[in-house]
C-alpha cells in the first residue's frame, strides 16, 4: 500500500515534466509528510489537455453523504478495481497520476513500527498510478471536491521484504496510455515496478506522526540519532 509520503518538486517543474498546466491552488511543497486527506498534486487529462491540479488524498464515492461517511480510500487494488462498485467507473473514465519524491513503509520489531523512505534508484519523481473523481454533499451548496486513490499492486521481490503491495509506479511511456491519450489498455500498466526500479533507507520514528513535518524526516537514519 502507500499510506505516506514526500513531495519536493516544484509545481513548476511537475507541470514541465508532464506538459501539463498548472492550477493556481496546488499545494505547498515542499512537504516531507503527505497525509491521508491532505491535498495532493494530480495530472489529468481532460478536453485535450493535461491539467496539474489539486485534489484531496481520498476517494469519496458518490454515495457517501459525508466525506467521512465510510472507510477513508487512500489506496484501490488493480486486482480489483475494475469490479468495486466505488472505483470501476473512475478506472475506466477518469485516471490521473499523484506526483511524489517518495514514500514511506513500516516494518515492524516487536512493537515498534520501523519507517522507510523509498525512491526510484534513477533519482527521477514517482508518477503513482491514480484514480480520481469529483464529490458534493446533496441538498447543499458548498462546491464539488476532487478526491483520487494511489493504485496499488502486489509488491516486487525486494520490496516484498518491506511490504507486500507497493504503488503502481508509471514510467514516462506509461503516462499517454494512462491517462487515456493513447487508446485502451492501461489495465497492462497495473503491475509491479521491475525489481531494480526503487531504493530505500530506513529514517527516524518521528514520521511516525502525522504531525511531523522538515526535511529530517527523509534523512537515513545513520545520520541522525533515534532516542
Not at 38 to 54: I, P, Y
Not at 137 to 160: C, E, F, H, Y
Request: glycine share 8%; aromatic share 8%; net charge neutral.
Amino acid at each position: 500500500m502507500c499510506g505516506r509520503f514526500a513531495v519536493t518538486l516544484p509545481p513548476d517543474a511537475m507541470a514541465q515534466l508532464f506538459a501539463a498546466v498548472p492550477a493556481n491552488d496546488l499545494p505547498d511543497v515542499p512537504n516531507y509528510n503527505v497525509c491521508p486527506t491532505n491535498a495532493v498534486h494530480v495530472v489529468t487529462a481532460q478536453n485535450g489537455q493535461r491539467q496539474l491540479g489539486a485534489m484531496r488524498w481520498g476517494f469519496v464515492p458518490h454515495w457517501y453523504k459525508t466525506t467521512s461517511d465510510g472507510p477513508l480510500l487512500i489506496n484501490a487494488r488493480a486486482e480489483t478495481i475494475a469490479e468495486k462498485p466505488a472505483f470501476r467507473a473512475a478506472c475506466r473514465e477518469r485516471r490521473g497520476i499523484i506526483l511524489a519524491t517518495g514514500f514511506y513503509e513500516w516494518t515492524r520489531d516487536g512493537d515498534t513500527r520501523l519507517p522507510w523512505y523509498i525512491t526510484r534508484t534513477d533519482g527521477a519523481p514517482l508518477a503513482f498510478a491514480a484514480i480520481w473523481q469529483s464529490w458534493a454533499a446533496k441538498g447543499q451548496d458548498d462546491p464539488p471536491i476532487r478526491t483520487a486513490a494511489i493504485v496499488t499492486t502486489g509488491a516486487n521481490a525486494p520490496m516484498s521484504a518491506i511490504h507486500h503491495r507497493m504503488p503502481v509506479i508509471l514510467t514516462p511511456d506509461d503516462v499517454a496510455l494512462w491517462l487515456g491519450e493513447a487508446g485502451k489498455g492501461a489495465a497492462t500498466l497495473m503491475r509491479a515496478a521491475p525489481d531494480d526500479a526503487l531504493t530505500w533507507h530506513r529514517v527516524a520514528r518521528d514520521v511516525n506522526s502525522n504531525r511531523a513535518s522538515g526535511p529530517d524526516l527523509i534523512t537515513p537514519l545513520g545520520d541522525v540519532i533515534e532516542d
